[in-house]
């Protein structure tokens, strides 16, 4: 079992940044592939970013591409989303996920992880 726990976030205005950060129980490099996802009030959970379980791939979602900047320190266990620009339409809670992987590929639907974090708020003002 591998639990996961997000921290970072707050309350920032518009054209600042954050860094979440997503911290594992155990170790994740070699065996994990790691994504962030966020919901919004009202909206369905989204697709943020994903990285690779060795940090060589990464993938966005095409709003965030720019200004948001997903890695992992496997020596740490520990994920990072870097938000710069932000926007109040990136307002929502901020989930990491987690899963298993043997081909060091990305993974896009949070129906292909197993494990997720609790969330952390992201609130960004106009």
């Known amino acids: 079992q591998l639990q996961m726990v997000e921290s970072g976030g707050g309350l920032v205005q518009a054209g600042g940044s954050l860094r979440l950060s997503c911290a594992a129980s155990?170790?994740?490099?070699?065996?994990?592939?790691m994504g962030w996802f966020r919901q919004a009030p009202g909206k369905e959970r989204e697709f943020v970013a994903a990285?690779?379980?060795?940090?060589?791939?990464?993938v966005y979602l095409e709003s965030v591409k720019g200004r948001f900047t997903i890695s992992r320190d496997n020596a740490k266990n520990t994920v990072y989303l870097q938000m710069n620009s932000l926007k109040p339409e990136d307002t929502a809670v901020y989930y990491c996920?987690?899963?298993?992987?043997?081909?060091?590929?990305?993974?896009?639907?949070?129906?292909?992880?197993?494990?997720w974090g609790q969330g952390t708020q992201v609130t960004v003002s106009s």
């Open positions: 155990r170790r994740t490099s070699s065996y994990f592939a």
């Open positions: 990285i690779s379980k060795s940090g060589g791939s990464t």
């Open positions: 996920a987690a899963r298993r992987d043997y081909s060091g590929s990305v993974y896009y639907t949070e129906y292909e992880y197993n494990y």
